[in-house]
């Protein structure tokens, strides 16, 4: 296995690269509007999913009003997913 190091010191000196600062990581891009809009239409399409599941559980046919908003705020999110991408690549150039 080799030796634990407990014997005689090598002959050679290990050198540290000097120290340098450390790379700064990339600041986020500043929360837009058209993002905030996606995840409150997201949050609103996970909570209408839930609701259609439960309404169709319990035999009522009130689903089918939770099922048509989940698809309208999930069509809203790619929207404003989509507009926010478009304004931060516009604001990039």
Not at 14 to 40: D, G, H
Not at 68 to 75: D, P, T, V
């Amino acid at each position: 296995m080799g030796d634990t190091g407990g014997g005689a010191t090598p002959s050679y000196r290990l050198v540290r690269p000097p120290c340098q600062e450390p790379t700064p990581m990339p600041a986020l891009p500043p929360p837009s509007p058209a993002r905030r809009l996606a995840v409150y239409a997201l949050a609103v399409c996970l909570l209408a999913t839930t609701a259609a599941v439960v309404s169709f559980v319990r035999g009522s046919w009130l689903g089918v009003v939770w099922v048509l908003m989940a698809g309208l705020s999930s069509n809203m999110a790619w929207y404003y997913v989509r507009r926010a991408k478009a304004e931060r690549q516009s604001a990039a150039h």
